[in-house]
């Protein structure tokens, strides 16, 4: 009798790996990939890609994690949208450490990270209120050449301006307007509050100048702003921005028209300036009057 033998290399257990995955069959996967390691082989490229985020799409992180280990001490890359997976499902179950630990390994390995991962992790830090940590992580995002996205900068200026931290909150705002980088109304609102209420409104002007061109700011941003120069004592700026929102047809809150009505605004003016503006100021009393009522 003539007995036959299949010796299974390297490539075949990579492709039966895959195709359990892809069945579903993520336990005969696993126990395929034991194997591999019993005979310290590798995974290739395609199913190492395939196993780890297919675990994290049925939430079995943790062996995802011990697959993603064992190669990444052999130094193997890894597509990634699977890290991403498995960076997420880690974060999503609260492990700080084991998020910057994994992405530590990722950066030893090589293994090119989407900005959606950083971001993950940023996330993660912040609701753990680490804003330290937070702080260090950027440092090595940087060190490795990756680049902050708009959620990343409201997640760090979100951070920053929790424990007060005025400075980094004006140099990430500026940074992030700079690069055309504009939240959303309810958080650019919020970041420009924190602004007002530390009068740092003239440290970000040339930001302001920036997002008042357009259709970004809303007639509370207006109010927000005007009155919190006119605090700073930014009366130019003010009058400015009082300008734009009147184009814009909208009127100025009471609070914001009883400090234009009370403000050195005219003090700096020439007296041929205050002339020629004179009836042009007579007609914006008017106007607030008429949207305000007496005040």
Request: a negative charge.
């Amino acid at each position: 009798m003539i007995k036959s033998f299949v010796i299974l290399d390297c490539a075949t257990y990579s492709a039966l790996v895959i195709g359990n995955c892809r069945l579903g069959k993520y336990e005969e996967a696993m126990k395929l990939f034991h194997q591999i390691c019993a005979r310290c082989w590798i995974l290739d490229f395609a199913s190492y890609s395939e196993l780890v985020g297919g675990l994290c799409d049925i939430k079995h992180s943790e062996d995802a994690m011990e697959v993603f280990h064992y190669m990444s001490m052999k130094r193997c890359s890894l597509h990634s949208l699977a890290f991403y997976k498995l960076i997420k499902c880690v974060c999503d179950s609260g492990q700080v450490k084991e998020a910057i630990r994994l992405w530590q390994l990722a950066c030893f390995c090589a293994i090119s990270c989407c900005i959606a991962t950083h971001t993950a992790i940023m996330q993660l830090l912040l609701r753990s209120r680490r804003a330290e940590d937070l702080l260090a992580f950027l440092s090595q995002m940087l060190m490795v050449g990756s680049n902050l996205d708009l959620e990343a900068y409201c997640i760090l200026i979100q951070s920053m301006s929790r424990q007060n931290k005025i400075k980094e909150c004006v140099l990430f705002f500026n940074t992030m307007i700079n690069e055309g980088l504009i939240p959303d109304p309810d958080q650019l609102f919020d970041q420009l509050l924190f602004m007002a209420n530390h009068s740092q409104l003239s440290m970000i002007s040339s930001a302001i100048d920036r997002i008042s061109c357009g259709d970004i700011l809303n007639s509370a941003m207006y109010g927000l702003l005007i009155t919190g120069l006119l605090k700073e004592g930014r009366e130019h700026e003010a009058r400015r921005l009082l300008d734009s929102m009147l184009e814009k047809g909208w009127v100025p809150d009471a609070t914001t028209h009883n400090l234009l009505i009370g403000s050195d605004v005219r003090k700096g003016m020439t007296q041929a300036m205050l002339f020629d503006d004179s009836a042009s100021l007579d007609s914006v009393s008017n106007i607030l009057a008429e949207g305000l009522g007496d005040t």
